[in-house]
T-cell receptor, first 113, second 110 residues
Framework: EDQVTQSPEALRLQEGESSSLNCSYT??????LFWYRQDPGKGPEFLFT???AGEEKEKERLKATLTKKESFLHITAPKPEDSATYLC??????????????FGTGTRLQVFP | DADVTQTPRNRITKTGKRIMLECSQT?????MYWYRQDPGLGLRLIYY???????NKGEISDGYSVSRQAQAKFSLSLESAIPNQTALYFC?????????FGPGTRLTVT
């Protein structure tokens, strides 16, 4: 069964304390892995798309990496404004081309000053 | 201005009532989606539409219906609301596989 698992469920960091969030997936024929940021009461905001193992993308303090079985979202020297829930999703090839995304349940990140 | 807007942002309704959630977009995307989000379950697809004449069921379509009034408008209806439809509802558009989400509607069914 196609599945996306994110860990940890919650992460508390001190400002400046770097860490990584994990997204492991089991899908047949990955056609893209997506990272989103979601603030409380708001819709998910697109961060990155990764397509092949070894690929990396960066944006400010965030860097996403991809292997054949998992992706990491590395947060370097986080600030309180990085506090949010980070969602991972994978796109699965479907015969009917639904653009179906399989979402994980997210990692809730809190960064304290 | 937001590219994907949803109305209402919050709604409390009673069991058995019909309710409509509306979504508009200015991104010019053909593909539109409705998701619901529940704690611990992640985002799940309710319905999707690739153009005005194309409507498809997602993984949890029972109890819901949709209407694509125009390229920019996609509404979700609950014909007879029930308490387990209490959730956050998100509309999204898509371009080259990337989804762009609206701000969400928090729906409570009492």
């Amino acid at each position: 069964e196609d599945q996306v698992t994110q860990s940890p469920e919650a992460l508390r960091l001190q400002e400046g304390e770097s860490s990584s969030l994990n997204c492991s997936y089991t899908v047949s024929g990955l056609r893209g892995l997506f990272w989103y940021r979601q603030d409380p009461g708001k819709g998910p905001e697109f961060l990155f798309t990764l397509y092949s193992a070894g690929e990396e993308k960066e944006k400010e303090r965030l860097k996403a990496t991809l292997t054949k079985k998992e992706s990491f979202l590395h947060i370097t020297a986080p600030k309180p404004e990085d506090s949010a829930t980070y969602l991972c999703a994978v796109r699965n090839p479907n015969p009917d081309n639904t653009d179906k995304l399989i979402f994980g349940t997210g990692t809730r990140l809190q960064v304290f000053p | 201005d937001a590219d994907v807007t949803q109305t209402p942002r919050n709604r409390i309704t009673k069991t058995g009532k019909r309710i409509m959630l509306e979504c508009s977009q200015t991104k010019g995307h053909d593909r539109m989606y409705w998701y619901r989000q529940d704690p611990g379950l992640g985002l799940r697809l309710i319905y999707y539409s690739f153009d005005v004449k194309d409507i498809n069921k997602g993984e949890i379509s029972d109890g819901y219906s949709v209407s694509r009034q125009a390229q920019a408008k996609f509404s979700l209806s609950l014909e007879s609301a029930i308490p387990n439809q209490t959730a956050l509802y998100f509309c999204a558009t898509s371009y080259r596989g990337t989804k762009y989400f609206g701000p969400g509607t928090r729906l409570t069914v009492t």
